[in-house]
């Protein structure tokens, strides 16, 4: 063998010997640490996702554990009959007229079982009531005020409002719906938890809405026509507020407590002093002085 032929072999064999040592690396080092890798990428995504979804369950059960504290008690029946009886009592506070109060039989709530697969479990249930009544706006207003304020899981599905045409009341029919939770700690009482007075809008929101009544025709004309004439003590000191009532001239006397006589506004006389009543118009306070008219202390009198 010339040295050319030999030189030329053992180039080959250096060359076979490289692609073996190669394949020997990729086979024995480079994919393993791949596969290695990957797994460990896969195992950390795992990780990830499984600390959110402990974190997601965390959260969920506070929320759980907040909403069981506000939910109907865990006995459908009686949270079904005790809820209706706060509702009325509601209605009672709040002076809305003839009311009635109808509740569905109890409906469940289930949801796919995370441990059962296939299966679905019960969580609680839920309850329809329709509400009618009627009532002036301003006494409505105080009503959804109070709907809101407390910390019931209930909420208005539906509302629908008929004027009357007669003193400015309102036919009222309302759909609700409530929430109780197998969770609850409570057999037979209702929540008692209230939102805080950060958390609620203050019954000013809702004066605003009562101040451009919609429904009622004449309303702010009857503002108008509401006047403090005279202010009169007896002998024993008690005092009366003399109002004009209307476009006629209709006068009456009215004492501190006593609501003025006039079917689209609640007007009650809060104090008297010699020279000025404070009247509480819709719940907005207002000083009235000898001549001057709820529309005028008010903002709502008419432009001509």
């Known amino acids: 063998m010339n040295p050319r032929t030999k030189w030329l ?9 490289f692609y073996a040592a190669d394949t020997l690396y990729r086979s024995w080092i480079e994919t393993p640490t791949q596969q290695l890798n990957a797994e460990l990428n896969a195992l950390t995504k795992s990780m990830r996702e499984t600390n959110d979804q402990q974190m997601l369950a965390q959260k969920a059960g506070k ?23 706060w509702l009325l009592a509601a209605v009672e506070r709040n002076g809305l007229q003839s009311p009635t109060v109808d509740a569905a039989q109890p409906l469940a709530i289930e949801l796919k079982s995370r441990t059962k697969k296939g299966k679905r479990q019960s969580i609680g249930f839920r309850i329809g009531y329709s509400l009618r009544a009627r009532a002036t706006l301003t006494k409505l207003a105080q009503f959804l005020h109070e709907f809101r304020s407390v910390g019931q899981l209930h909420k208005i599905r539906s509302l629908a409002l008929n004027p009357t045409g007669k003193e400015g009341m309102l036919d009222i029919n309302m759909s609700i719906e409530v929430l109780g939770l197998d969770a609850s700690p409570s057999k037979d009482q209702l929540s008692q938890w209230h939102l805080t007075d950060e958390a609620i809008a203050s019954l000013g929101g809702y004066k605003k809405f009562v101040q451009r009544n919609l429904f009622a025709r004449g309303f702010a004309k009857a503002l108008q026509d509401v006047e403090l004439k005279a202010i009169t003590f007896d002998r024993l000191g008690t005092a009366q507020a003399w109002f004009r009532i209307d476009s006629s001239g209709t006068t009456r006397t009215v004492g501190v407590g ?37 529309a005028q202390v008010s903002g709502a009198e008419i432009k001509s």
């Open 63 to 85: 929320r759980l554990e907040s909403y069981a504290a506000r939910a109907l008690p865990y006995s459908a029946q009686l949270a079904r009959s005790g809820y209706q009886k």
């Open 258 to 294: 006593d609501q003025v006589p006039l079917a689209l506004h609640d007007i009650s006389v809060i104090d008297i002093l010699p020279d000025k009543v404070l009247v509480h118009v819709n719940e907005t306070p207002y000083w009235l002085t000898l001549g001057q008219s709820i």
């Open 9 to 17: 072999a053992i180039g080959g064999l250096l060359v076979i010997g």
